[in-house]
Structure formats: C-alpha cells, structure tokens
C-alpha cells in the first residue's frame, strides 16, 4: 500500500464534492450540501482562492481530501491556518490516511510560521474526538462558536435587524 498527498487540481473538483457529500452524510447533515462541482471548480481553484485542499491517494485512487484556509491571531501576532474539512473513506480510516493529512497541514503550518492549527469536531463524533486528542490536540470548551448564514445573514448585512 503506497499513501500519497498532493494539492488538488481543478479536476478533482467532482471528486471533492463527492466526499464533501459522504461526509456531510457521516456529520448527518447531507442535506445541508448545496455546492455543486462548478461551485467548487469557480471557487476552491480559483486564483488568489483563500482556502486550499490537499488529495489522499492509496495507490493512486483518492481515498480522502482535507480543505484548509490561513487565518489570523492577534493576539499572536501570526498566521495560522483552519481546518474546514479532513475526511477518509469509512473502508481506509485506521490506515493512517488521516494523521497523514493533517500532519501535512501541520508541516506547512510550521513552514510559514503559524501559531496555531485548529478545526471544529461535533461532540458525538468520539472516533475523531479520540484521534484529535491521540496526536496531542486538545479541546478549546471555552469558545462557543456563532454562525450568521441564509436569510439571516442577509437581513442583518441589509440591515434589517
């Protein structure tokens, strides 16, 4: 078994929605999945793209894909990149696949300086919670997370609040 990691390109567009799909399934939220693959094309590989995604290949068939963007801490002072997405296909999870993914991330992230590396987990998901803590992550309980999306999003953008 060879494991490899490699940017995506434009033309796995179709492949990464296809595991953004299996995932939002896992996460039970399936049906919250609008994106199309133009969608992804126009948006993940366009240039100056702020997010950035990396392909897992097991003998060069895609077995997972990670996307990640760079944010900012000022109360570091630096850089630091967030986690939207690591998936593995159910069938290669346990192969190491995914601390590979992420360690990749972790490499750039100390290659360009970055204080810190972050992602979110849903509290059911005790298989990553368990792998999360496992490489040394730990869980940041005191931040609540918000999220102003769809119609309330745009009413408050309108100010029509």
């Known amino acids: 078994m060879t494991l490899s990691i490699r940017p995506a390109r434009a033309e796995d567009a179709q492949q990464i929605l296809d595991f953004i799909i299996e995932l939002a399934i896992y996460e ?3 049906h919250e999945v ?5 969608d992804i094309r126009r948006t993940l590989f366009a240039e100056n793209a702020p997010s950035r995604a990396l392909i897992c290949l097991k003998d060069d068939r895609p077995i997972g894909y990670a996307v990640y963007f760079y944010s900012y801490s000022t109360w570091l002072g630096r850089n630091g990149i967030y986690l939207e997405d690591l998936y593995i296909t159910p069938d290669q999870r346990g192969s190491g696949a995914g601390r590979r993914l992420l360690r990749e991330i972790a490499r ?3 290659a360009n300086d ?13 298989p990553a919670i ?6 040394g992550a730990l869980p940041q309980d005191e931040w609540v997370r918000y999220r102003l999306d769809g119609e309330a999003l745009q009413r408050f953008a309108e100010g029509a609040d």
Do not use: M, P, T
């Open 130 to 135: 368990d792998f999360y803590r496992s490489i």
């Open 28 to 30: 039970k939220a399936g």
């Open 114 to 126: 970055c204080g810190r590396l972050e992602w979110s987990v849903l509290d059911w998901n005790q």
């Open 34 to 38: 609008i994106a199309s693959v133009e």
């Open 108 to 110: 750039e992230a100390r």
